[in-house]
């Protein structure tokens, strides 16, 4: 048996096993396509998601006599231009919505601030009392925030800011919530070692915090920011004890829709469509960077 014919075998074998690694290394860079039940189910959770939009959008755009008959309507009328513009007037909207913008605008970027601030301590500095005070944080939490309304209208009154924005502003600049959110995030996605190395570069906190802690806590940023000014945008209870009428947000304004002794639910419909219509507008013009941040993020992790 010459040499040939034991390396050819073993040649040929070794190739055989290099192409089968490679066929699976192939395979598994494969991208995956969906089926069409996946199409099916996903189109069906869409649906039911947006069918509360689209009652509110058929109800706004009918009268109030044909909302009260049996069956109700299905499809779209000819009222809603005038209902929008019945429920703009009537609610003030316009202030409305400029102090809601600013409120909720306000409340986001403090809350955002202050909880990457907090969570970046919590998670990577080295202080007396850190576990304490981070049980104390997550416990406040646990307390429902009706118990906090009547002295926390009590100091406002005291400190002359009743009926006023900033009533509504200062005591949610902070979110427990968003403090643990963050730090949760950032134990994960910055490293201990890229603040050491900012350190020995000669980087102040202030430097470390803008270059190294903010670009890393972005993704969470994004998530955390979304949730905050919807929260903010949709908050009923402290605004409409804390503001009045003359200074009200979104959600004040459209509490004067529904008085009177028979409410027009045709301009209810049409007040809460333009109060949920900047939130779906700011989804669309920021939601692909929300979502490509949330990617990024579950990518780094």
């Known amino acids: ?14 190739g055989d096993t290099s192409g089968r690694r490679r066929t699976r290394m192939t395979g598994a ?58 429920a703009w007037n009537q609610a003030g909207m316009g202030t409305a919505m400029f102090n809601t913008i600013l409120v909720a605008g306000t409340i986001t970027i403090g809350t955002v601030l202050f909880s990457t601030l907090a969570g970046f301590a919590f998670a990577k500095l080295r202080f007396r009392f850190s576990t304490a005070l981070l049980l104390i944080t997550i416990g406040t939490m646990m307390v429902p925030p009706q118990l906090a309304v009547v002295p926390l209208y009590l100091w406002m009154t005291d400190l002359g800011w009743a009926n006023h924005l900033q009533t509504v502003i200062l005591p949610t600049l902070v979110s427990a919530f968003g403090t643990f959110f963050m730090r949760q995030y950032l134990v994960q996605a910055l490293p201990t070692e890229l603040i050491e190395a900012a350190r020995v570069d000669g980087a102040s906190s202030l430097r470390v915090v803008w270059h ?73 013009l920021f939601g692909k960077q929300i979502v490509g941040g949330i990617m990024q993020g579950a990518v780094k992790g």
């Open 212 to 284: 190294v802690v903010f670009p890393a806590a972005r993704p969470a940023m994004a998530v955390l920011g979304l949730l905050t000014f919807v929260m903010a945008w949709n908050d009923f209870l402290w605004p409409i004890i804390a503001l009045n009428g003359e200074n009200p947000t979104v959600q004040v304004a459209l509490n004067q829709l529904g008085t009177g002794y028979i409410p027009d639910d045709s301009v209810i419909m049409a007040g809460a469509l333009l109060g949920t219509l900047p939130l779906l507008i700011a989804f669309l």
């Open 29 to 86: 860079g494969r991208q995956l396509h969906a089926g069409p039940l996946t199409y099916v189910i996903l189109t069906l959770f869409a649906a039911l998601s947006l069918a509360p939009l689209l009652w509110t959008t058929i109800a706004a755009s009918r009268t109030n006599a044909r909302l009260a008959q049996t069956p109700p309507p299905f499809w779209f009328g000819g009222n809603l231009f005038k209902n929008l513009e019945t």
């Open 1 to 14: 048996m010459t040499t040939t014919d034991v390396t050819l075998p073993q040649v040929a074998k070794q």
